[in-house]
């Protein structure tokens, strides 16, 4: 299991790893006027084009004397040399120091010492409803248990220091709570059963590559959702589905489950969460497990044979990557 920080040299450590690792991006510096609550001035911002963000970190302190590293980002390119104040739609600040249940972001390492990024769905806007309830609720990407001092809690997986995909990972994640923000909140008309959402609230041992695996699962989902947006196809997501295709009804016609490696227990896993989230349904929707293109034939043949589809795609420059005509098939566009 996952482990918060809580050392001063250990979070000041982690925090620096971060920055290098996001500074290793091409990426442009200016500055520019940021207009948050509590905060209008102006900040020196990295641009980073491929990723489509831009982000600040700076150390702050409040009345109460507490330190917190502020990792402050935006979407889109900036407007610079103007004194428009460009809002934060997502911050991922760590406490300097140990557990303060109050900020949203941690550090954390596992057994073998790999550190990550992690978010408590503490998020704010200024506007009634948004808050960590509707993180909860809209967040498809992944959660993992964190021993957080006393308590072992369930917390959104931003990425992995030291893999290559970090940066990807958070753009993923900012992208994703700009996306909460923003989205209309309103539900599907059918209920689920009570409890159908609870899938991470036991306890659960995670391996240290299936954590680092679960950090691309964003990325996944969210190239899945594009291309499937790219046809003028209706998406959507309620925890715990990862992605459905809605019909001209409103119905879900098509139910997604993403997988970010091909092991045996994953294929198993994804016919069960299939099967049963699909439970629930009047008419059954269309159940396609996803997986890398390395996905064994044996499994590709049984999901067939008992009535699931799969769908698979490529790594190409640290973007996933789908076959058009596969996801057009799949799609019935």
């Not at 248990?145 to 990807?168: H, I």
Request: proline content about 5%; glycine content about 10%; charged content about 30%.
């Amino acid at each position: 299991m996952l482990r918060v920080i809580e050392a001063k040299s250990q979070v000041r450590k982690a925090q620096r790893e971060f920055e290098r690792e996001m500074k290793a991006l091409p990426h442009k510096k200016g500055t520019i006027t940021i207009g948050a609550p509590g905060f209008h001035g102006p900040r020196e911002v990295s641009w980073f084009e491929r990723l489509g963000i831009w982000w600040t970190t700076y150390l702050v302190e409040n009345r109460a004397h507490e330190k917190r590293f502020e990792n402050a980002f935006g979407v889109e390119e900036p407007k610079w040399e103007t004194r428009y104040g460009h809002s934060i739609p997502c911050v991922i600040d760590v406490p300097f120091e140990g557990i303060n249940r109050r900020i949203g972001g941690v550090y954390a390492v596992d057994d073998a010492t790999n550190l990550y990024l992690l978010h408590r769905g503490r998020i704010g806007g200024g506007r009634m409803g948004i808050g960590k309830a509707l993180f909860d609720e809209n967040y498809r990407g992944e959660r993992v248990r964190v021993q957080d001092g006393d308590m072992t809690l369930e917390m959104a997986l931003v990425g992995e220091l030291g893999a290559e995909r970090l940066p990807y990972q958070v753009a993923c994640f900012v992208n994703e709570v700009q996306r909460i923000k923003q989205a209309n909140t309103a539900k599907p008309e059918m209920e689920f059963p009570a409890g159908f959402s609870k899938e991470f609230s036991g306890k659960r041992k995670y391996s240290v590559g299936e954590v680092e695996a679960k950090c691309d699962h964003g990325l996944v989902v969210r190239s899945l959702e594009k291309e499937l947006r790219s046809d003028s196809i209706v998406t959507g997501n309620r925890r715990p589905l990862d992605l459905y295709v809605l019909d001209p009804d409103g119905q879900v016609s098509i139910l997604f489950e993403v997988k970010t490696d091909t092991t045996p227990a994953s294929c198993y896993e994804a016919v069960g969460q299939l099967l049963v989230y699909s439970a629930p349904f009047a008419k059954r929707p269309r159940l396609v497990a996803v997986f890398p293109d390395s996905l064994d034939r044996h499994y590709a043949g049984i999901f067939e044979k008992i009535g699931l589809r799969s769908l698979t795609y490529k790594w190409v420059k640290n973007e996933p990557i789908f076959e058009k005509r596969k996801v057009a098939e799949l799609a019935g566009t």
